[in-house]
């Protein structure tokens, strides 16, 4: 599957961005959607996961009660929004897909990536 991630930009600490990432292909309900983020000189981290039928949701610690990941099947379309924002946020935010619901937070283990989309906090 083919992927392209968008919304991101330059926001102030506590503000509020929605990410989007459209898949291509008649099977994205098939697959599990990711998103990771990677900051200057650091390794790439897991920021969320959802189940391919939306019932089942995953996130880092770091971001939890203030990012929701969700999807529309209908639109093949995964999102992220992200509030409360801070300056820690700042990275370059990926969407990726794979086909089962085993170590996602592993980058290692999705199959397809997008192309990035960069976000950045000001403090």
């Known amino acids: 599957v083919q992927l392209q991630a968008s919304g991101g930009g330059l926001v102030q600490a506590g503000g509020s961005l929605r990410l989007s990432c459209l898949a291509s292909?008649?099977?994205?309900?098939?697959?599990?959607m990711g998103w990771f983020r990677q900051a200057p000189a650091k390794e790439r981290e897991f920021v969320a996961a959802?189940?391919?039928?939306?019932?089942?949701?995953y996130y880092t610690d770091s971001v939890k009660g203030r990012f929701t990941i969700s999807r529309d099947n209908a639109k093949n379309t995964v999102y992220l929004q992200m509030n409360s924002l801070k300056p820690e946020d700042t990275a370059v935010y990926y969407c990726?897909?794979?086909?089962?619901?085993?170590?996602?937070?592993?980058?290692?283990?999705?199959?397809?990536w997008g192309q990035g989309t960069l976000v950045t906090v000001s403090s």
């Open positions: 959802i189940r391919w039928d939306g019932g089942a949701t």
């Open positions: 990726a897909a794979k086909r089962d619901y085993y170590s996602i937070s592993d980058y290692r283990t999705y199959d397809d």
């Open positions: 292909g008649r099977t994205f309900n098939t697959y599990v």
